[in-house]
Structures are given as structure tokens and as C-alpha cells.
């Protein structure tokens, strides 16, 4: 029996074939996405990963339907497994948010999933670190998060010359938009803004002859628009990004970039994407404000400004190998403890335990095995010591790298270890 | 709009209704089952949390089907979200077992959804930590999985005290049923064995008469069965197991209670569970041996012996809740930068971010706020210390239990403050 298509297993390294995915890497990079959201004061929630339909199309709109592993419940429910965070995360705080206070700084790790037809091959499934700030309207809380994208990143050992993040702007771009629009007096129907929005999105993947004939069509000319992009002009509320991000000293990793704008509808404000600097991948995070989804969620109920990004677990993979930036994780033990005459297996056993209890991570051999054998297995096991009971009152304990041994009691063995972790 | 009923919101604490439940909890518990696991050499691995409908039914029959969340994808695959975990760990050891040296010993901690119709209020997904070794029948695997798991239940403070493991053999009881149904000439089809060890797991829930009644149907008297559960005498392979555990000094938190059986027809060998000493509550983790699973699920391509456990966090929850062992995790901040005098707050960003970077969990007020206000923040996030310039190069650092003041310079704060974690 096979697993579905687009969905991974993840193994213990070393990685038995090409086709499967490491879990110490995986669960590397979430105590990483952890303990960055901890140093900036990002609290953990979490939601269902199968919420009711209606919660993602009345963000999105039935169109998203056709992308979703949406299903009919026993209970006759319309459900869907959760292709993203925010939905549920508008969901929650709306519920519950006169008991924090503001603003929330709010992080969640999900498993989110597409069934999207066309793309064989295609993962359907990814991990996604979501950090969120919800109600603040000061363009402070855009750096903080900002601030916290580029530290977790950082905390990959990844540096300027390996990311930078591309900071726009939705209302620059509504500006442009109005004041041009007015002037060519071009289309004023609902769909023309979103339509336009989503030329500019797609700008940097099509050819200037698709860009040039769609912009035309919405009537704008695509000298205007490159003009717009190149000036790199930053707002007032850039600045104050870009000032904040100073101060901090985390200026050199962003630049004012309007090819930015995000496709997605609900944004509102500040919009920023984090690319690799030569390129090759696609973007590793994005996100920007959506100061109205709170309010569209609880049906007018809660209105909270909010923000925040997603960064996906597959992307960042594949940079980090990339750049040489993931260790290897298949040596986790600490400690082998040889069992050479059987009779003394009960104390072994013993030893085994108390060097558990202290913390060590402890290989043995389960059932008797050849001395050689068990020299193998330590070896395999890149263990720091192994420990060997001469008598139930001593051990042999043996630095694996240094070759030197020492007797030691068989109560104060745990002084004489290395530890790994 | 409402979350699914039998699916639970994980909020940061402090919570803000009882109907939620604890990310920082939970965050809590996973990190306890995965150091235990580390310490024992268990290695995590994940499988899909949705899987193809039949890798469910070729374990558990058809009849499993009325209790899946299971439903039919877009590419017309028959597919359902994993109410266990086994089966995908046998199709994942069977699809790359010649890379792993034996024995396997791996972890995971799944989500698992069930849909059962008739039980309102009642949960439809869990977490739960499953551990498993592969490639070993000797019972010394067994001691080495309920040590695992006795530790895994002391890691959170349990005691003796506070709950046993429940220790039976599905042989014995196979060989009392071979045993007395050629005496009583009982029913001998097929079903008649499975029927027997569900009346058996039944008993305890069962009144007198009713245990009596299904026995005698399939030619067996209850006063015989019971007699054979008082006796409680172990089998060599228990008595194995019980020494083992001896040795470790962990003798104390295991007895042999015959009336553990566990229902699932896929168990072959020594089967446990682990139950709070008063027992208020569900059982805790159960377990056994299951060797001709893998054989089934690979399709006779692989035969691997194996032995698991799994613990759900809803009932250890409880307990620990119970027992008073849950801490509070509603403060989790080292540090509050104060800024007080706004033509500081550059500097003060500064500091922040160079505080977060030496790995302290740091707050500060994102936009200017009355000072009053500030130390309340501080008080309510019950942070070590707070942290105040006094110009761009002076920093004054309060500690928050003793009040004591020092003032030091602005690029050596770190060295005075304490952290939490």
C-alpha cells in the first residue's frame, strides 16, 4: 500500500531513500520557528485542521473550492481540511479577544493542504510557520513582525547575502491605481482594482507583451507602471518600517520593492515577500496587513487590525541544503553501554536506567550479541562513550574520539560523560 | 462562525473560557513524550495524517469504516483522516526496513480523528504518542517499550503512587481458551475466539450477569475465567518482562492483571495498560504486541515482529490536572524594555533586538505609552526584570522580585539579567 500522492512520510536520518523526508529535519526547523516567536514574545496556538467550509469561502470565495480536500461529514457538514491559518486564526481571536491584550502576538505551525488537480508531482501538503500581530494599526507592528521574519531566518545561520526581504505597499499601489485611473479615465468596475492588482502580481512571471496588453486593457500604460516601480519611492509608512528596522540594525535586510503586491484579496497595507538573493527559489515567506478579515470572520462582530506571514517548510528545505546550513541529525545518542558477560546483564540494565534518568540518551543491546557487534553498533550510533560493567561495582567508560578509558564506580558513571545535547 | 463539534482551539494562556484548551499545555506534554523518547533512543518519524481508505480496512475489517472521517478526494481515491497511527508505521517500516538496523525503535505523536455518530460532546480528534520497536521478539523489547513508558509517565512527576501498568498475555489466554474449549466442546468457528477475548475486555464494564451470559454462549463458565484472573500468574515470557523491569528498578509501577486484554484483534502477544492507581479515569496508554501486522499491511512482503504503545493527551491531561502537576505557563517573558523618554526609543529598539539575540524572550510597548502603564505590562507579564536607558549609553535594571536597581551600560546589560528559560 502506497501513500497518496503528494503527501510525505517522514523518516528518522539517515534517510533510507531519495523519495522521503527527514522528521529530525522537520522537527529542527519548528524548535527553530519556536524559539525565535519565544525571544520576541509570539504566543503558540493552534486550531483544527478540518474546519467548516464556509469559514475559507467567505474569506476567499467559492472559487477556492476547486483547491480544497473539502468533503461532506457524516453529519451531513460541509467541511474542508485547512489550506491556511488565518481563517481559524480570525476565528479564535474574534471569539476571545476582549481577554487579551493588545496587541496579540500570536504564532501557530500548521499543516495545511491543497488538492489542486492539475499539478501531478506536486506536494498537496506543507508545515507553515504563521506569526501574526493582532490590533495595531502603527506601522511599529509591521517592523516587529518584520523583525521577527528576519531573525528566523537568521537563526538558520542565513545572512544578508542569503535573503533580503521585499517590502511594498497595497495603499501606494491604490494611490497609483486611483489617481491614474481618474486620469485615463479607465474601467471603474468592482473587479478592474483586483484585476489590476493581480497584473502587477504577475508582472516579474509574464512576458512585457501579456503585461503591456493587460494593463492596456485596464487602462494604464506599462511605461507608467515601471516608472512607478523603478522611482522605489518609499511611503511615509515604509519610512517608518525602514527607520524602525534601522534602529534595530536590520536595515540591510530589506529593500522597497512595488514588483511586490501579493495576489491574494484581503490585503490592505504593507505587503512584503522574503526571497533568496540569487533567485532560484521561489518566495520563502510572505505576508503583509488585512486589517478587515477580522471583521469579514466574526460577521462584523470584532474589528481588529491586523498582519502577519507565512513561511513554508518545503522552500526553507531547499534553501538550507542549498546554502550547507542543515546538519546532518543521524547521531543522537550519547551513550552505548556494552553488555560483554552476560551474567552482569542485570546491573547493565541498572546503569542503563540511572544514565536514562540523568538525562543521557542510552543504547544497549537488547538480547545478547557479540562483543565485536556491539563495538559496531556504538560506532554506527556515533555514541560520545560507551561504558562497560567490569563487576557489578565498576565500568570501563571509553571516550569514542580520544580512545582513552577510565574505571570508574558504577554509581558515579554519570560524572565521566560527555553529553551530546 | 463555529469551530467543528469534537474539535478543540488551542489558545496561549492564560485561557479565556473553559470550553479551550492549552497550546502551552500541550506544547508541554509533547516536549516531555519527545525527551523521554530521545533518552530511550526512540527516533520520530510522521506519516500522512490522510491515507487511503483501505490501508485502514486491511487492518481493522470494514467495520472500522462507520467510525472514520473518511470520504472521497477529487482524483476519486477512497481516502480517510488516520483514526490510529499503526498501520502507517507498518507501511512505512515495510517500504524501507533494509535500511534500519534492527531492532527499530521509533515515536511519532500523531493527530487522530474518529467520527463517531453517537457520541455527542465526545472528542473526534486526539493527540496521541505512539512508540514502537520492530524487528525483535524477545520480551526483552517488551521490558525495554513499558520502561519507556513508565518513564515517559514519570517525566511529568507520576509516581508510583499514582498509577501501574497493567501487565497480561494474549498467549495465556489464548492457551486458557484452547485449553477449556476442547474440555467444554464450545463453539470452534471462526469468530468464536475473537467473540471470547471481547467478553473478556467487557468484564470489568460488564455486570456479573451479563459476562456470564455471553461466556456460557461460547461454552465457557465465568467462575472459571475469574479463577483463572485471580491466580494472576505470570507466564514465563511476564515473568521475563517483570525481572527485567526488576533490574531497572521499575518493579514497583507493574502487576499482572489478566483482566487487561485489549479488544483490538490485531494483538498476539503481551498486551498493557496504564491506569491512574485511583481509577477515576480511562486508561492512560494501552499497548502490546501485534507481530503479523506488518506482514498484512505489506501484503506478505515483509514479517517483522512489533510492539507499541500509545498515549492520548486528553486523559493524561486530566490526571495530571488532577494530580496538581500542570503548571501555569502564562508567563513566559525574561524582560520588559521600558521606554520612557521617546527621543530614547532608537536605542531602545537596539536594545531590544540585541537582548532577543542573546536568546531572552523580550517585550517592549510597540508605541509610546504612559509609563504607568508600562510597568502594569511588565507586572502582568510577570517578566525577571525590567530594563529602562537612562541615555544611549546608561541602561537602569530593575529585577522584578527584590526591586533591587542597578545601573549598567548599554552594551552589557545581558551579563546582569536573569533568564526564565
Chains 1, 2 share one sequence.
Do not use: C
Request: charged content about 30%.
Amino acid at each position: 500500500m502506497e501513500r497518496l500522492p503528494g503527501f510525505r512520510d517522514f523518516y528518522p536520518e539517515p534517510l533510507p531513500h531519495a523519495d522521503v523526508w527527514s522528521a529530525d529535519a522537520r522537527q529542527f526547523i519548528f524548535n527553530r520557528w519556536r524559539e525565535t516567536a519565544r525571544r520576541y514574545g509570539f504566543r503558540e496556538y493552534d486550531g483544527p485542521p478540518l474546519e467548516s467550509l464556509e469559514l475559507f469561502t467567505t474569506k476567499s470565495g467559492a472559487e477556492i473550492v476547486g483547491q480544497l480536500y473539502n468533503f461532506v461529514d457524516k453529519g451531513e457538514r460541509a467541511v474542508s481540511l485547512r489550506p491556511e491559518m488565518t481563517p481559524t486564526l480570525a476565528r479564535m481571536v474574534a471569539a476571545h479577544e476582549r481577554n487579551y491584550k493588545k496587541p496579540v502576538k500570536w504564532f501557530a505551525i500548521p499543516q495545511l493542504f491543497r488538492y489542486e488537480r492539475q499539478q501531478k508531482g506536486r506536494l498537496r501538503e506543507h508545515f507553515q510557520f504563521n506569526a501574526d500581530i493582532l490590533g495595531e494599526r502603527d506601522p511599529a507592528a509591521d517592523a516587529e513582525l518584520i523583525a521577527l521574519l528576519i531573525d528566523t531566518l537568521r537563526s538558520f545561520g542565513l545572512t544578508a547575502h542569503d535573503f533580503v526581504i521585499r517590502l511594498s505597499s497595497r495603499n501606494a499601489w491604490q494611490e497609483f491605481y486611483e489617481v491614474r485611473r481618474r486620469k485615463a479615465e479607465g474601467r471603474s468596475d468592482a473587479n478592474a482594482q483586483y484585476e489590476f492588482f493581480q497584473a502587477i502580481d504577475k508582472m516579474e512571471r509574464a512576458t512585457l507583451e501579456e503585461s503591456e496588453k493587460k494593463l492596456a486593457a485596464l487602462g494604464f500604460s506599462l511605461a507608467d507602471v515601471n516608472h512607478f516601480i523603478e522611482s522605489g519611492k518609499p511611503t511615509a509608512e515604509l519610512e517608518s518600517i525602514l527607520q524602525n528596522l534601522a534602529a534595530r540594525g536590520l536595515r540591510e535586510f530589506v529593500r522597497v520593492d512595488y514588483h511586490v503586491i501579493r495576489g491574494l484579496a484581503y490585503y490592505t497595507g504593507v505587503v512584503f515577500e522574503a526571497f533568496d538573493a540569487t533567485g532560484e527559489f521561489r518566495a520563502i515567506a510572505g505576508g503583509g496587513r488585512y486589517d478587515n478579515l477580522v471583521k469579514l470572520i466574526s460577521g462584523g462582530k470584532v474589528d481588529l487590525p491586523a498582519l502577519g506571514f507565512g513561511m513554508g517548510d518545503v522552500v526553507l528545505l531547499e534553501l538550507l541544503k542549498a546554502r550547507s546550513l542543515l546538519s546532518k541529525f543521524d547521531s543522537p545518542m550519547d551513550v552505548y553501554v556494552v553488555i560483554e558477560d552476560e551474567n552482569l546483564r542485570r546491573p547493565s540494565l541498572k546503569l542503563v536506567h540511572d544514565l536514562r534518568v540523568a538525562g543521557f540518551a542510552v543504547e544497549f543491546p537488547l538480547t545478547p550479541l557479540k562483543p565485536d557487534k556491539q563495538f559496531k553498533r556504538a560506532q554506527e550510533l556515533k555514541v560520545a562513550n560507551t561504558v562497560r560493567m567490569e563487576s557489578a561495582d565498576y565500568v570501563r567508560i571509553r571516550d569514542f574520539k580520544t580512545r582513552d578509558e577510565i574505571v570508574a564506580g558504577a554509581n558515579d558513571v554519570a560524572n565521566h560523560l560527555s553529553r551530546k545535547s
